[in-house]
């Protein structure tokens, strides 16, 4: 019996140091393994779906040539405890990039984005293509049919029966899965925040969606940013008289709501045609927005120079003069108009 004891000891003790060199031999291959970097120096996308385990995980990231091994990557995985941390999304690999560096954008969700810029005073029917075009996999259509859906528009805090001019201009970084009424809410909700975030003059009593049409037509009267409280102020003060704003930007609006087409060219039908866009025919601002107007405008329509000023006439190189009477106006019309285009 001693000896058949003896001979049992002897075999657990082999097995032991067996296995305690099978368990040195695996930490050494797996601390090489996630000290060795692999993979392209091009950026590599990998997909992983909500739900997928650790294995799966592996096996992407082994078979878009992120790591080297599949059953290394799982087996380090699994030791370090990494499993429950994994965040599902897509993910861009420029290598090369050792296991640790390549899981911990899944630990910290680094999801890759799409990006597209808006640029300041374009209408909805422009900005929607360029969302569409952003690769993020949004359908125009979808877009198009949020315009005007009134729950939507009420959800998002668009206190109007469309989106215009509350699309704000901005560049957005998107992952690839946000749904078109997500992208379309946080635009909406960039143009809130301006408007909150901008200072507001002692007497200023417009609304929000007053504060966004006036400030869309200060967007569209000019490029000068410096150009845009004093441009405020004069239909701040038109408004103040009651009078009509008569800006040409909002009759170019209006013909293109009438017509369907977009054209710069107005005539002199145009200016007579009644349209509640057509603030040559309506008194006080038109009933929306007529473009998307960036954080200066709005603040220019919240905060007015003060000024005499009720016209203000194109000096033909993006910038503006201004008069504080009619007699002021039309002289500045002859020389800067009249005048200016006989020369040419």
């Not at 003896?6 to 040195?24: E, K, M, N, S, T």
């Not at 990557?73 to 030791?79: A, D, K, T």
């Amino acid at each position: 019996m001693k000896k058949v004891a003896i001979g049992l000891l002897v075999v657990l003790l082999l097995g032991a140091v067996g296995a305690a060199g099978v368990w040195y031999f695996l930490e050494q291959r797996l601390t090489t393994f996630a000290a060795t970097p692999f993979g392209a120096v091009g950026p590599l996308v990998v997909e992983i779906p909500p739900g997928t385990n650790p294995r799966g995980v592996a096996a992407r990231l082994a078979r878009a040539g992120v790591v080297s091994d599949e059953d290394l990557l799982y087996g380090w995985l699994r030791r370090e405890k990494l499993g429950p941390k994994l965040k599902a999304g897509e993910y861009e690999f420029s290598g090369p990039l050792t296991p640790p560096q390549a899981v911990d954008k899944l630990v910290r969700g680094e999801v890759k984005v799409y990006r597209f810029t808006v640029p300041e005073g374009l209408r909805w029917d422009e900005i929607l293509p360029l969302v569409a075009q952003s690769e993020l996999g949004l359908k125009l259509e979808t877009l198009k049919a949020l315009v005007t859906d009134q729950g939507f528009l009420k959800r998002a805090g668009v206190p109007a029966d469309r989106i215009e001019g509350f699309l704000f201009p901005d560049t957005y970084t998107f992952p690839r899965g946000v749904s078109e009424e997500q992208v379309l809410r946080k635009m909406v909700e960039a143009t809130l925040e301006a408007v909150r975030r901008a200072p507001r003059k002692p007497g200023v009593t417009l609304n929000l969606l007053e504060v966004v049409t006036l400030a869309s037509i200060v967007e569209k009267e000019t490029g000068a940013v410096e150009e845009r409280p004093r441009i405020s102020c004069v239909f701040h003060n038109r408004l103040a008289q009651g009078g009509k704003l008569e800006t040409d930007p909002t009759v170019i609006y209006a013909k293109m709501l009438r017509t369907g087409a977009y054209s710069k060219n107005i005539t002199r039908d145009d200016l007579l045609t009644p349209h509640p866009y057509n603030t040559y025919k309506v008194k006080g601002l038109p009933p929306g927005p007529i473009a998307s107007p960036g954080a200066a405008a709005i603040e220019a329509a919240l905060a007015p120079l003060d000024c005499a000023d009720l016209f203000f006439v194109s000096k033909n190189d993006g910038t503006h003069v201004f008069c504080p009477d009619f007699a002021c106006h039309e002289a500045q019309v002859e020389k800067w108009q009249r005048e200016y285009f006989r020369k040419k």
